[in-house]
Structure formats: C-alpha cells, structure tokens
C-alpha cells in the first residue's frame, strides 16, 4: 500500500515544478550507519559497477546485503504533497492560502480538518510568510508520484540530471546559447547546467556544502498535479 508523505521545496525549486522543468530531486542521506555501508560499498566496487549495486540495493529486497535500505522521503509509488513557502489569512468562514508565485488556495472551514483548523486558528503568524515546513496538508497544491529511487555521490550528477533538477537557462547576449543560472550571485551564470545545480544546492543546503560531495537519495518523480490533489489517485494510499 503506497503511503502520502510531505517533502520541502524551496520557492525556485517550486517555480521550477511550476514551469514543468523539475521531475527530480536530491535530498541528503544522513543516517550515520548507512553511510558507512556506502562508504564501505564504495571501496569495494569499481566504478563502472558501483551503481547498477547500488541501484540493486535500493530496489531489490533479495538483494547481496540481505536486506532492503529503506528512502525515508518515500519509495517507488509513493504520494509526494509539496510544502512550500505561503501565507495564509482567514477570510470570514474561509482559509485563505497565498504562495511565492500569487497562487492561492481558499478552503471553506468544513473542508479542513478540525486538527488543522484550529492550529491555524491559534497562529500567531496570520498574514506573515511563514516556512515551507509550517504549511498544512489540506492547503498542498503540487502533489508529486516517486517513479524511481537510487544513491549516488552528489558530485556525480550529469548535465541531463542537472536540467531535470530544474535549473533555468538565463538569457545572454554574449554566448549563443545562454547561460545557466548561477543561483548565488545576479547577473552571472554558468556554461553547463551542473555548476548551475551545484549553486542552487549551496543556497539550499549551505554555503559551499556541495564541496563535501555527500551520499544523496536521488527521487525521480511525476508531477500529477499543480493546483490540488488529484481526485483519481490511488484511494488506497495511506498517510504516513
């Protein structure tokens, strides 16, 4: 039974899924016993057959090691609701949620949960942008399905995986095919989509923190809506 879970997205990141140019992220792996095992993997593969093990491990529950390692953000099937920056009002009998990008979702009070409702209701945040993290369930707009799951360096990304993570091409004068956008710093990019990654990653995660070249969780998705939950998914599926 595939689960719904929530996962954070930055506001480019968001305009990105937007603009239909994400259908891929990273996300870090940071439990300590697991990368150690990677770093053990790592050591006792090629590189040539590091990832296709790799891949095995992450999918195959029969697999070399014995057992399954598990991607706390989701597996293969899984729901994604997207939490993103917002700012949310009461409007009368209504809840009214507004995004970087002047979307909105309005909710009537019967349709939120009485959970949800009156947490909202005790904010002292009302009318204030307020973290990605803080954003309710009812009021997630981009709802995301896993299609594929693997582990590598992050450092080890390719251009067409840096164009899926979503970075956008800037308009130059100068070159013929532009530049891609350097996310830390106006008016300058770079040459291929991967520097253009690696800055966006930086203003994410940390200055420079891409230099530690870190075990990632690679999550492939589709994008199954921008603007609710879609009425034709999986009933079955169960909130985590």
Aim: glycine fraction near 6%; proline fraction near 4%.
């Amino acid at each position: 039974m595939r689960k719904e879970r929530p996962i954070l997205f930055s506001t480019p990141m968001v305009q990105a899924l937007l603009a239909g140019r994400k259908t891929m992220t990273r996300r870090v792996i940071d439990e300590p016993w697991l990368i150690t095992f990677l770093n053990r993997m790592e050591n006792a593969y090629s590189k040539a057959d590091l990832p296709d093990t790799l891949k095995r491990i992450v999918t195959d529950k029969k697999n070399d090691g014995g057992f399954e390692v598990p991607c706390k953000n989701g597996q293969i099937g899984d729901l994604i609701w997207v939490r993103e920056e917002h700012n949310i009002k009461l409007n009368g009998n209504y809840v009214q949620c507004l995004f970087k990008d002047l979307g909105a979702v309005m909710l009537p009070f019967s349709e939120i949960s009485e959970k949800a409702l009156n947490n909202i209701k005790k904010r002292k945040t009302l009318g204030k942008w307020q973290r990605a993290r803080f954003l309710p369930k009812e009021f997630s707009r981009i709802w995301l399905e896993i299609t594929d799951i693997r582990i590598e360096r992050l450092k080890n990304i390719t251009e067409e995986d840096s164009l899926r993570e979503g970075v956008e091409m800037i308009v130059s004068k100068d070159i013929l095919n532009g530049l891609y956008k350097n996310y830390q710093k106006d008016n300058s990019g770079f040459l291929t989509p991967v520097g253009s990654f690696l800055s966006v990653w930086d203003v994410i995660n940390g200055d420079k923190s891409h230099e530690s070249n870190p075990w990632v969780w690679v999550i492939s998705f589709k994008v199954l809506s921008t603007n609710d939950k879609p009425e034709n998914v999986d009933k079955e599926a169960a909130t985590a």
